[in-house]
C-alpha cells in the first residue's frame, strides 16, 4: 500500500472493550467496536490499491469481485465511462475517480448515485477473521465533501432473499476534504439509516458481506477519489 497519511479513525466515542464474548440482543456475535493495542493490515487483507490499473478488486482469500457504479433513474449521472483506476493530477500511483452530479429532489427515486465494488463474485463473504476497513479518499474542487460509506450484508442485500426492505446498508457518514485522509471504521461501529429497512439487526454480520460502496445523495455535484482499500484487524 502506498504511505499512509493521517488517519482519521471516526464513531469511536462510548465504545466498549474488545471480547470474543460480546454478544447482540439475539445472541449473535458481536462485531468488535476497536482495537486496545491498535489495528493493522494483516496478510491477505488488501482488497485494492489499484496499482494494476483493472476493475477488479484484488483476488485473494476467495475474493474478486468487480468495481460498479450505478446512478437513479431521475437524470443523476456518475462517471467516466471507463471506471478503471487512473493517476490523480500531479501524483504518482492510481486511484478510483468518480465523477458527476445527482438530481435534486424527493422520494425513493432520487437516491443519487454511488460506487464501490463486490467483495467476492459469489454471494456472500466471510470476513469474520477482521474487525473493519480501511481506505484512503479525497474530493476535488467544487466537491460535495458529504459521502455514506456502507457495507452491505446478509440482512440487507436482497441477493440472500432475507431482507423484505432492503438496501438500508450499515454505514457511516463522510466530510472528506480535498487532500488525502486515511479512514478506519470498525463493523461494530457501522449502523442502519434511521427509521427504515427490514428487518433491522444490532449490528452488521461480518461472516456474510456482500459489497462496498461510496454514496452521494440528491442535488449534489461529486468528484471523489478513493484508494488504499483494506480490512484490518487488531494488533
Keep these: 500500500m502506498k504511505a499512509a497519511h493521517a488517519l482519521w479513525v471516526?464513531?469511536?466515542?462510548?465504545?466498549?472493550?474488545?471480547?470474543?464474548?460480546?454478544?447482540?440482543?439475539?445472541?449473535?456475535?458481536?462485531?468488535?467496536?476497536?482495537?486496545?493495542?491498535?489495528?493493522?493490515?494483516?496478510?491477505?487483507?488488501?482488497?485494492?490499491?489499484?496499482?494494476?490499473?483493472?476493475?477488479?478488486?484484488?483476488?485473494?482469500?476467495?475474493?474478486?469481485?468487480?468495481?460498479?457504479?450505478?446512478?437513479?433513474?431521475?437524470?443523476?449521472?456518475?462517471?467516466?465511462?471507463?471506471?478503471?483506476?487512473?493517476?490523480?493530477p500531479g501524483e504518482t500511483g492510481k486511484a478510483i475517480h468518480a465523477v458527476g452530479e445527482t438530481t435534486a429532489g424527493e422520494g425513493d427515486q432520487y437516491w443519487g448515485a454511488q460506487f464501490g465494488a463486490n467483495f467476492a463474485p459469489q454471494d456472500g463473504y466471510d470476513a469474520s477473521k477482521y474487525v473493519g476497513v480501511r481506505f484512503r479518499a479525497k474530493i476535488g474542487p467544487g466537491s460535495t465533501p458529504n459521502v455514506r460509506f456502507k457495507i452491505s450484508d446478509v440482512n440487507t442485500h436482497p441477493s440472500f432473499g432475507v431482507c423484505t426492505a432492503c438496501w438500508n446498508h450499515f454505514g457511516a457518514d463522510l466530510s472528506l476534504s480535498e487532500q488525502w485522509h486515511e479512514y478506519e471504521f470498525f463493523f461494530g461501529t457501522l449502523s442502519q439509516a434511521p427509521y427504515w429497512g427490514a428487518p433491522r439487526p444490532a449490528s452488521i454480520t461480518p461472516k456474510q458481506l456482500y459489497a462496498f460502496d461510496f454514496q452521494v445523495s440528491s442535488g449534489k455535484k461529486f468528484d471523489i477519489w478513493v484508494d488504499d482499500l483494506a480490512f484490518i484487524a487488531c494488533q
Design 10 to 88: 471516526l464513531s469511536l466515542t462510548g465504545c466498549i472493550g474488545v471480547s470474543e464474548k460480546r454478544l447482540n440482543p439475539d445472541g449473535s456475535p458481536a462485531p468488535f467496536r476497536y482495537c486496545p493495542t491498535g489495528s493493522m493490515v494483516p496478510p491477505g487483507g488488501l482488497i485494492d490499491d489499484m496499482e494494476d490499473g483493472n476493475t477488479r478488486v484484488d483476488q485473494v482469500e476467495g475474493r474478486g469481485g468487480y468495481w460498479w457504479k450505478s446512478a437513479d433513474p431521475t437524470g443523476s449521472v456518475i462517471g467516466p465511462e471507463d471506471f478503471s483506476p487512473v493517476t490523480p
